[in-house]
């Protein structure tokens, strides 16, 4: 991400720990984990910055976990903890979670 933002940029830290928590999120839950593809797209906008990883879906959507004493499965608790606005879209054969995250 520091590659694409810059270390420096005000958000580079949040956008880091979103995508990475996101990607494995993909990894792990969905149809890309055998060899598949997922796609990670970020664009720095006016004031914040827009991050979407996309992958081949899965058989159920993605939910949030809130237990905080559980071993994993809080990728989506931060992301609604530290994103501006999130949301899911889900197709036949692919699913994209898609984020902001404010800065200045």
């Known amino acids: 991400m520091t590659e694409r933002l810059g270390k420096w940029h005000p958000a580079a830290n949040d956008v880091t720990l979103l995508v990475s928590e996101l990607v494995t999120n993909a990894v792990v839950h969905s149809r890309s984990r055998n060899g598949g593809t997922v ?14 990883v996309t992958d081949e879906g899965s058989e159920t959507a993605p939910e949030i976990r ?13 992301v609604q903890m ?12 692919w699913q994209s979670v ?4 404010n800065y200045g």
């Open 39 to 52: 796609t990670v797209m970020i664009v720095d906008r006016v004031g914040h910055v827009h991050v979407e």
């Open 82 to 93: 530290i994103a501006h606005r999130w949301g899911v879209s889900r197709g036949w054969s």
């Open 66 to 78: 809130e237990d905080l004493l559980a071993e994993g499965g809080r990728g989506l608790l931060l």
């Open 98 to 101: 898609r984020c902001e995250v």
